[in-house]
């Protein structure tokens, strides 16, 4: 295998540098606000397992993103920056089940000076690389399926597919952070089989099919979600468990962060609603296959979630 990847002006190693094994710690901790850890030794584990057990640690490093008079700068407000430290980490696990062996992605970060910059798409793209020339049929991770921006990404994008949920998926000793206090952290989980045409053709020839935005009617939406009073986005009275069309769409929030920060409690319910709807069709051979966003007539915002079902589970009618 290569030893690194690059695309514009982000270097991507593919093999974890023992020189490096603490810098990607240290960003781990930044990326997800930790300070101490019980938190400290179970991070360095993670990534020396990885690493020796036939995972992968991919470590993303800034090639011309910011200019010297840019890094400087950053530098003078933390001496972190004084160096060529990663500012992108991901962490894979080898493993199996009875479709055979994956990768299991375990944590993944980008520094917060380097979101949207282009970094993440470049590791997917070394992470793609680096599966196919290890034979690596596919990889598994998990999400918060009511953060839309992963959705259109993991799915859309990436041609991802989910089958399965997670309910309240990690335990509080790996949630104690901002992102996930006091939240339950249901969890979808992504397969992302490399060698199918659907990925092949996102990832290879960079084809992302249009939105297919008039499959999205009121008939098959078998929820919906409003604008409150206060301008919050909450779960509406339609939610509906006996549909047997194919396919069917999920509504989930917009803009979930900003619920999050306003009101716990509605987001949380939100998220029940949701993820019951989640767990009912999933269990009756829906698979998730698509993110579609959407504008009303109002101009409003909207984002689904589109849900078919497999054709022997359709002929069982349940």
């Known amino acids: 295998m290569t030893e690194g990847f690059r695309r514009g002006n982000i270097r991507v190693e593919k093999y974890l540098r023992a020189t490096v094994l603490n810098d990607v710690v240290e960003l781990e901790k930044r990326v997800w606000k930790k300070d101490g850890y019980r938190e400290v030794n179970a991070p360095m584990v993670y990534f020396e397992l990885a690493y020796l057990t036939n995972g992968l640690v991919l470590t993303a490093f800034d090639e011309g ?10 530098a003078r407000n933390d001496p972190w920056y004084d160096g060529d430290r ?19 992605g375990a944590r993944m970060g980008v520094d ?9 798409d470049t590791m997917v793209n070394a992470l793609y690389e680096c599966a196919k020339e290890r034979n690596i049929p596919r990889i598994r991770w998990t ?11 993991y799915l859309r994008k990436m ?3 989910v089958k399965e949920i997670g309910f309240n998926y990690y335990s509080a000793v790996f949630t104690n952070d901002h992102f996930n206090r006091g939240i339950s952290t249901d969890r979808f989980i992504v397969e992302w089989m490399i060698g199918s045409e659907r990925v092949r053709e996102r990832m290879e020839e960079g084809r992302v099919p249009p939105a297919d935005t008039a499959a999205v009617t009121p008939e098959n939406t078998i929820n919906e979600i409003h604008i409150g009073e206060d301008g919050l986005e909450m779960h509406g009275e339609r939610w509906l468990f006996q549909s047997s069309m194919s396919p069917i769409f999920v509504e989930i929030p917009y803009d979930q962060d900003r619920l999050l920060k306003t009101d716990r409690a509605r987001a949380q319910s939100l ?15 829906y698979t998730v296959t698509d993110f579609v966003p959407k504008k009303a007539a109002d101009g409003r915002r909207r984002v689904y979630y589109r849900l078919d079902q497999d054709l022997q589970w359709q002929r069982l009618r349940l």
Do not use: T
Not at 112 to 120: F, I, L, P, R, T
Not at 271 to 285: E, P, Q, S, T, V
């Open 112 to 120: 917060e000076h380097y979101q949207d910059k282009n970094v993440g």
């Open 86 to 104: 990663p500012i992108g980490f991901a962490a894979l696990f080898a493993d199996f089940d009875h479709n055979g062996p994956f990768w299991y």
């Open 143 to 153: 999400y918060d399926p009511l953060q839309s921006r992963n959705g259109y990404i």
């Open 159 to 161: 041609g991802g597919l």
């Open 271 to 285: 998220r029940d609603k949701c993820r019951a709807l989640f767990m009912h069709y999933l269990a009756r051979g």
């Open 65 to 74: 993103v910011y200019s010297p008079a840019e890094r400087a700068e950053l």
